[in-house]
């Protein structure tokens, strides 16, 4: 059975970074690219950013180019995604997923296997 834990969330303010990880247990971790994705209260699920299965290529969404960073650990089961320059539209549940079917990184069909999510809240 395939697991996926997602920690690292929390309070902050506008401007702040955080460090959200998302450990992986139960399936070859490192043969799968993984993703995040995030809901905003209100919205659906939209995609954040996305790393291939060697870590070799990434994908953002164009809100969080040059402040999000996708990054994965095979070693360790583990995809990080740091968070910098915080902005209050960035509150939502942060939810990270395994791409399992092919096609694009951001649609959220090519992916099972989801965590239970993360609250990332940022006050102004």
């Known amino acids: 059975q395939v697991q996926l834990v997602e920690s690292g969330g929390g309070l902050v303010q506008a401007g702040d970074s955080l460090r959200l990880s998302c450990a992986v247990s139960?399936?070859?971790?490192?043969?799968?690219?993984m993703g995040w994705f995030r809901q905003a209260p209100g919205k659906v699920r939209e995609f954040v950013a996305a790393i291939t299965w060697s870590g070799g290529s990434t994908y953002y969404a164009d809100s969080v180019k040059g402040r999000f960073t996708i990054s994965r650990d095979n070693a360790k089961n583990t995809v990080y995604l740091q968070l910098n320059n915080l902005k209050p539209e960035d509150t939502a549940i942060y939810y990270c997923a395994v791409r399992v079917y092919s096609g694009s990184y951001s649609r959220e069909g090519n992916y099972a296997y989801w965590g239970q999510g993360t609250q990332v809240t940022v006050s102004s």
């Open positions: 139960g399936r070859t971790f490192n043969s799968y690219g």
